[in-house]
């Protein structure tokens, strides 16, 4: 089901407007995919295990996330560190809960602002993935934890081999389950039109990064992107759950053609 989110204004000069959807996929009996989309944090989980534990390791990551206090609504004072022992908290809620069955992906972006700046603050763990479109330049932020990734950086596949392989589904880091839980981060400075994609393997497994790049380059509200997204995976065969969410920033320029946004007291 896809909702669609009000644009929202942390400071003067400075606005997000996104939007969200998730689909079961026409192979899939259940969606083990989860989300969280509420200002200031934007996070896919790709739950794994079936027979419903993979949805409830999903479900518990994000509802852990949406419960830091760094990550309530207004509030831009999460870091890597907060961000990481939320993680690894998420982690023990579903191991305790799961018996270590099921496990999930983690990758999203949290809005945090220092010294009035505001950045996206990007994490991952896993094979879901987060993506950038910035100045018509669009780049993968996050690097896939897969058997795929690490054949691909040793030379021994390509990049094009990797979307065929046997075995790129399998992840070498996620939450629940294995020994491997840590999480990568990056930050970066919030660029005026930035658009942020969030999604998981199921978007990504149907979809090439150029018509992924082509769509999100000439759809223009964030809810119609996401839409649009998800009906082209469906149509390239929707094997997998599919989900997806798009966070657009708008900085306004001062008459000096300055950012309005200003260094807090």
């Not at 534990?53 to 509802?63: D, K, T, Y």
């Not at 270590?100 to 950045?119: D, F, H, I, K, N």
């Not at 657009?248 to 053609?257: L, S």
Request: aromatic share 4%; net charge negative.
């Amino acid at each position: 089901m896809n909702s669609q989110s009000t644009p929202t204004a942390p400071e003067p000069g400075f606005t997000l407007s996104y939007g969200y959807g998730t689909d079961r996929g026409l192979s899939r009996e259940l969606n083990e995919d989860s989300l969280i989309a509420e200002d200031p944090v934007f996070a896919v989980a790709d739950g794994m295990g079936g027979h419903e534990a993979g949805e409830i390791a999903s479900a518990l990551c994000v509802r852990t996330l949406g419960r830091m206090p760094q990550l309530a609504a207004g509030v831009r004072s999460a870091t890597a560190v907060a961000l990481q022992k939320c993680i690894l908290a998420a982690d023990s809620q579903i191991r305790n809960a799961t018996g270590g069955r099921a496990g999930t992906t983690l990758s999203g972006v949290v809005v945090a602002e220092y010294m009035g700046v505001p950045y996206w603050l990007v994490t991952n763990i896993g094979d879901s993935r987060t993506y950038r479109l910035s100045g018509g330049d669009f780049r993968q932020i996050s690097v896939d934890h897969s058997e795929v990734q690490e054949l691909v950086e040793a030379g021994r596949i390509t990049r094009e081999e990797a979307t065929v392989h046997p075995r790129r589904h399998v992840v070498t880091r996620a939450l629940g389950t294995g020994g491997e839980n840590e999480a990568d981060f990056w930050l970066l400075p919030i660029q005026d039109g930035d658009r942020m994609l969030v999604c998981s393997d199921g978007l990504t497994g149907e979809l090439s990064d150029e018509h992924i790049s082509r769509i999100l380059s000439t759809v223009e509200k964030p809810q119609d992107a996401v839409d649009s997204l998800i009906q082209e995976a469906l149509l390239s065969g929707g094997r997998d759950n599919v989900t997806a969410i798009v966070v657009d920033a708008r900085i306004a320029k001062n008459d000096a053609g300055g950012s309005d946004i200003r260094p807090s007291a």
